[in-house]
């Protein structure tokens, strides 16, 4: 392929051109090769530093960064919230600062501020790899989510996704749709009229009302996690109703097409946007999500250290 | 010049919004205090030669943080009225929100004479509307109209309490002290960092519903209308509360409002690069808000254009958006930034433009400023209406930077700003005096 990636930074799906995401995706689809090997180990990212700092917790992104900065051979720094000198009172960017002074080659940033990455992007001269920020972006999230439905369909353009759920607080809801939109898939959110904005239309998303339309044609369903303080925040009346009014179980399945694939980012609320028979079913493959999300974070990584001074 | 108490304005084309004069003759003044033109000789005064020029009434800033005390990182007394006269403002409005607040005689004292000392142009006293702006008690208003307020307001935050704003604003009245109200109902804008709408929800981000200001604008007409009393409206922002405005004050409801240049020349897109110069409260809203405003501004609902001037220091800025605090600079931005966007672009003739900084401002304080009246002060600012340039915030008088017009192409500015007839500010060429 003749397209050179030339970024340092990964902040939003939205900033990336359709070459770009396919560029990514391509280069996964080599580093996927070296997760299947017995010795699964590259030299790629030896003598770099990558520094990980998880300003809101997280588990399985912060795992599946580190596993794949290990795979690399990049040097690591992890850092959290509870252990950095943000409890002294530093800032975001002095703390920064000082991890750029160590020559760090990378930040893989996790924070609860839309835009955190965006602007340490500007200030620093490091890398910025955003894992996450706030409802803003979640761009390896969508990445892995894109290159299942690659592998699995074939194809990205013209298929019919539908995501469901609190679309409105959802950084992986946000990056799916940018990515898919580029690839020319066609997009569909439902869910709570609460938490599903109308304003995306303006993007060219189909806002559907009705979830059983919304599931009809769709190839592909991707489920989001429905978080319980939105209950108390009043967006909608309890998890009970939710589960049989969003929830995606056997009622509801029958509306699904027999060959849809069932995804979710994780962590899942059985029993609440997803029945426990489905998550573990044979049109699930919310764990071949996380394996592909290793070879989409080593792509990232080894495409953004490779822009580097 | 040779000296203060004497001086003549030659050849500019001078504007008074309130006798209506809008032709080129001679301003004069002696001892500060404005004279006949032709009642001082030439022999005893300095003379300027000001062709080109557009002589006003010293502009009016009815909404301005000092935030002395308390803040005098971001901003003094001293800093904030040179970058005023900067600006061609002559007289500001200094909001109650120090810290400690400005909700008592003694505070209010504080400032009056800090500024008599230190300030260049005229500071009007703002009292706060509730004890400790915590929106529970009434200020002791009567006090505060002893020491000098010329307004009373909460802002920065808004009287949740309807009973208590409803006894205010009757209180007030007694006292003559116009109600100005920061418009935003404090749980439906909680939490939020900009406008909601399309671009919020595109970036995530948690928005401010325009409904926070019109449900509060719509409560503050109704309780205008039971007092019978001003309620001025502050930085309006959205389209239904300038219709609410609009369709009070035919009724005769005594409410007025004001825009701020920002929400006249900027929409919420500037966020999407995540830059905190363009965080304000109430936020940059939608394209749809912003002609809005702007029509208010044409048809005259809004009679008044102010800043905000909210300064804060780059490392309070320099932070996530959501961590960042709330407010611009914009004395020293203003004139050319609506010069540029309402003059220049057909919207606002320079009469009407001129008296949303002079009249607009002070029929809502009730104060005889904003007029080139004989006998009256002589508080005037000097337009260059046409000269283009870049604005450079590198060359504020400001102690502070938070602008998002840095780099602004503006065409016309302020020339020159005299305060009681002192010149406080001037670009004037060397040239202009004899």
Known sequence: MDFTWTKKDLLSLYDLSREEILCILNTAEEFKKVSQRNLKKVPALRGRTIVNLFVEPSTRTRVSFELAEQRLSADIINMNAETSSFRKGETLLDTLRNIQALQADIVVIRHSAPGAPNFLSRELNVGVVNAGDGAHSHPTQALLDIFTIREKKGRVSGLNVAIVGDILHSRVARSNMWGL??????????????????????IGVRVCRDLKEALRDADVINLLRIQHERQRAGFFPSTGEYAKVFGINSETMKYVKPDALIMHPGPVNRGVELDSA?????QSVILEQVTNGLAVRMAVLFLVAGCLK | M????????????????VSGTDDVRD???KNGILAEPGSISEQDADVLNLQGYVVCPGFIDMHVHLRQPGRTDAETIRTGTMAAAAGGFTSIVAMPNTNPPA?????????????????????????ALSKGLEGKEMAPVGSLKAAGVAALSDDGKCIQNHELMRHLVEYASQFQLPVLDHCEDSVLASGGVMHEGYWSVLLGMKGMAS??????????????RMANWKVHMQHLSCRESVELVRAARKKGIPVSAEATPHH?????VEIKRFDTNYKMNPPLRSEEDRLAVIEGLRDGTITVIATDHAPHTATAKLVEFDDAPFGIIGLETAVPVTLTELYHKGILSLPELVSKFTKGPADVL??????????????????????EHVIDKNNFYSKSRNTPFDGYHAKGRTAATFVDGKCVFSILPENTAN
């Open chain 1, 181 to 202: 939109l580029k690839l020319g898939a066609n997009v569909t959110i439902a869910g709570p009229a609460t938490l599903v904005p109308r304003e995306f239309e303006g």
């Open chain 1, 278 to 282: 489905i998550a573990d079913g044979p």
């Open chain 2, 2 to 17: 040779k000296n203060d108490r004497c001086c003549i304005l030659k050849g500019a084309r001078v504007i008074d919004p």
């Open chain 2, 27 to 29: 301003v004069c003044w």
């Open chain 2, 103 to 127: 909700d008592n005689a003694g505070a209010i004292q504080y400032l009056k004479d800090y500024a008599a000392r230190e300030g260049v142009v005229h500071v009007l006293p703002c009292g």
């Open chain 2, 211 to 224: 409904a926070a200001e019109e449900i509060i604008v719509a409560r503050n007409i109704i309780l205008a």
């Open chain 2, 264 to 268: 006249i020349a900027l929409t919420d």
């Open chain 2, 366 to 387: 009730g104060l005889p400023l904003g007029t080139l009246t004989p006998g009256r002060p002589a508080d005037i600012t000097v337009l260059d209406p046409d000269t």
